[in-house]
């Protein structure tokens, strides 16, 4: 029988690292990436790619702590070898402070990320307004980066890359057995999900190589985070927001907070502002479906709605949608059979 | 009241602006002046990292104890200031590594969150069993030393591109008090047995993925001759070599393949790192630094002696700075009870 054709619709940080599971998993398969944007103009390129994750409230915590457990374990690899400055991770150390005591004392991550901590009253001093606070360290993606590092392994094994919007899944039918929806933010139009939200956070991207630690405050709005080339400032959680536009007075407020924060960021330079809409959902669209029209049949497997926490789920998230695709290959093959006959 | 500092390194440039920033008021005629053959970007402190950390197991010397102590929270005082960037300053966090249980260290309170490694941590390093992680600060020299340099500029301060023979001299041209901060070379002015060079190599990468310091220790090989990593805010310092009584400033090949596959080795992420920049600088070993007056020839002639500050010059300077000043003080206040200013023919 002809090698199954798969497509993977969206080519940012949960797309590039499914279609790599799929290519590991089954490298039989004739696979192909398309969408109408490639990095750098991905949501992912304007995330910072930090992993601590969120709670997503959907999710079992057992789920969430796998995913992150299994991306951390497969970045921590990548970070301590040759790769790593290619690839664009790193390790890197700082603090999440708190102005009040957080609802829960651990959270679910803390054994996965290294040297999880309270921090002392010396450490605190450094951050008069915060009266607690948790000393990790955890991993940094470079999101660009990384990007065209899974790029070029994806080519590396062959996988076809094309720039195409993609209007609805069922178009693909005629060319492939199965797609994989990987569309974020996309998906809101592209399958019509009215549970997906953007939830929209401008981000400053400045130059502070002095800058070699985090820091977040635990109320997720304010945080430092340093990366290879530049410093992420941020940032903002506005829900129901699709503006793309970056807007000044948010600059001017993100710089404000994050100096209070880190006073020596006031000689930050070349202040870049981006904006990106997270894909929120109350919990990630990952599940398989089959669509069919006359007699004809299309096999979709989603996996989106990753909200804050892509780069902290991506591989575990990936490697369950490889498997969703391998029972979708299953299925193809048993019906194939039974044709047959 | 003319006082001369011998002596351009961040011993000599901070003794002059602790001493000129405690008694310029009280005494309105004090003369400033430094003289050094080798200036900022050319002097041991600018080769180094800059790392703020003594050594692991010190001399037991618990002045030098209190000395990092006051470096270390000046700094940390300086560090919300907007002068923070200009003077070089900023945190580091890091893993000192060791291949059994040591210890703790004696500035273990003085650092923030010293804490030991974690086993998983310590996966990171293999052949390493042990280790500690803390958050200590960076003074990068080629930064810190033209700032110091701007605070003695606008105080008024002289500075002569000389180089000194003998504390005569200095004497000869007016000086009052000498305070001697020539470091290695400081045996070409008075002998010193206990003084000698601690050559060391050190190769600079383009690396700003590396956000941790991580400095390795092995009793066999001895202080500093194992490898190290330090991220500076430009460049990554790799080093790893301690070669008591060599004088040779040129670098060595040998010396360069030891560094890079070492420091490959305990972090391959290294590998594709471009080297900016290759150096080597003689650290003042002495087994315990020489703080203290001495008066020369006759007369009132005195030399406050401030080197031999070894691999942990940057560590120790301003408790240093402060001690020295000190001690001029203490001068200044012996010349006064001697009655009028003696005339100089």
Redesign the interface.
């Given at each position: 029988m002809a090698a199954l054709k798969v497509a993977v619709v969206g080519a940012g940080v949960v797309g590039l690292s499914t279609a790599l599971c799929i290519a590991e998993a089954f490298p039989a398969c004739s696979l192909t990436v398309i969408a109408d944007r490639f990095t750098p103009n991905t949501t992912s390129d304007v995330a910072a790619g930090m992993l601590i994750p969120h709670t997503i409230p959907g999710t079992s915590l057992h789920v969430q702590k796998q995913w992150f457990k299994e991306t951390f374990t497969y970045l921590f690899a990548i970070?301590?070898?040759?790769e790593?400055?290619?690839a664009?991770?790193?390790?890197?150390?700082g603090w999440q402070v708190f102005k009040s005591s957080p609802t829960e004392e651990l959270p679910f991550w803390s054994d996965i990320v290294?040297?999880f901590?309270p921090?002392?009253e010396?450490?605190l001093q450094?951050f008069p307004q915060h009266r607690c606070g948790q000393?990790f360290?955890t991993l940094k993606c470079?999101c660009p980066s990384y990007l065209l590092w899974l790029e070029k392994r994806l080519k590396a094994k062959g996988v076809q890359m094309y720039t195409r919007k993609v209007a609805n899944l069922w178009e693909l039918h005629s060319e492939y057995n199965i797609v994989v929806n990987c569309t974020g933010i996309g998906a809101h139009q592209l399958v019509g999900d009215q549970k997906l939200f953007p939830v929209r956070g401008q981000v400053l991207k400045v130059r502070a190589?002095?800058?070699?630690?985090f820091v977040r405050d635990g109320d997720g709005l304010t945080y430092i985070y340093?990366g290879?080339?530049n410093v992420t400032l941020g940032g903002t959680r506005e829900k129901e927001s699709w503006n793309l536009s970056p807007d000044p007075s948010t600059t001017k407020a993100i710089f404000d907070r994050c100096c209070s924060l880190e006073?020596?960021l006031?000689?930050a330079q070349d202040i870049k502002v981006k904006v990106g809409l997270r894909p929120s959902r109350v919990c990630v669209a990952l599940h398989r479906e089959v669509l069919s029209q006359g007699g004809a049949k299309l096999l979709v497997v989603h996996n989106y709605g990753h909200g804050s926490g892509g780069f902290s789920m991506h591989r575990g998230t990936a490697k369950e949608a490889a498997h969703l695709v391998g029972e979708c290959i299953a299925a193809l093959q048993g019906s194939s059979l039974r044709a047959k006959f | 009241m003319r006082v001369a500092v011998i002596g351009a390194g961040v011993i000599g440039l901070s003794t002059a602006l602790c001493i000129h920033e405690q008694y310029r008021s009280l005494v309105p005629s004090l003369e400033l002046a430094v003289y050094a053959d080798r200036y900022t970007p050319r002097t041991t402190s600018d080769g180094a990292a800059g790392l703020w950390q003594p050594y692991t197991h010190g001399s037991g010397d618990l002045r030098e104890t209190l000395w990092n102590k006051e470096t270390f929270d000046y700094l940390l005082g300086h560090l919300g200031s907007p002068e923070a960037k200009e003077m070089g300053l900023f945190l580091v966090s890091g893993y000192n590594l060791f291949k059994q249980p040591v210890p703790d260290p004696s500035w273990k309170n003085i650092v923030l969150g010293f804490r030991t490694l974690t086993p998983k941590e310590l996966e990171l390093f293999p052949g390493y069993s042990y280790g500690w992680f803390n958050t200590a600060l960076m003074l990068e020299g080629r930064s810190y030393l033209p700032w110091l340099t701007r605070r003695l500029t606008q105080r008024g301060v002289k500075f002569f591109h000389q180089k000194i023979d003998s504390f005569q001299e200095v004497f000869a041209q007016g000086a009052d008090v000498v305070v001697n901060c020539t470091g290695a070379r400081a045996g070409q002015l008075q002998p010193d047995p206990a003084l000698q060079p601690g050559r060391g190599q050190v190769i600079k990468v383009r690396a700003p993925w590396v956000k941790h310091f991580v400095v390795t220790h092995d009793a066999e090989s001895g202080l500093y001759n194992s490898p190290y990593i330090i991220p500076g805010s430009e460049v990554t310092v790799l080093g790893g070599v301690n070669q008591p009584g060599n004088w040779n400033e040129e670098n060595s090949a040998r010396d360069h393949r030891a560094i890079w596959e070492t420091c490959c080795r305990l972090l391959p992420a290294l590998q594709k790192a471009p080297i900016v920049e290759e150096w080597s600088g003689l650290r003042p070993l002495r087994p315990r630094v020489r703080l203290e007056r001495e008066a020369v020839g006759h007369g009132q002639a005195e030399v406050i002696h401030n080197y031999g500050h070894g691999g942990f010059g940057i560590t120790i300077h301003w408790g240093c700075a402060m001690a020295a000043a000190r001690l001029l003080g203490g001068i200044l206040q012996e010349q006064q009870q001697l009655g009028p200013p003696r005339s100089r023919i």
């Open positions: 970070s301590n070898s040759a790593a400055s290619e664009g991770i790193h390790l890197v150390s290294l040297g901590r921090m002392s010396a450490e450094k000393a360290t470079d190589p002095w800058v070699k630690h340093p290879i080339h006073p020596s006031q000689r | -």
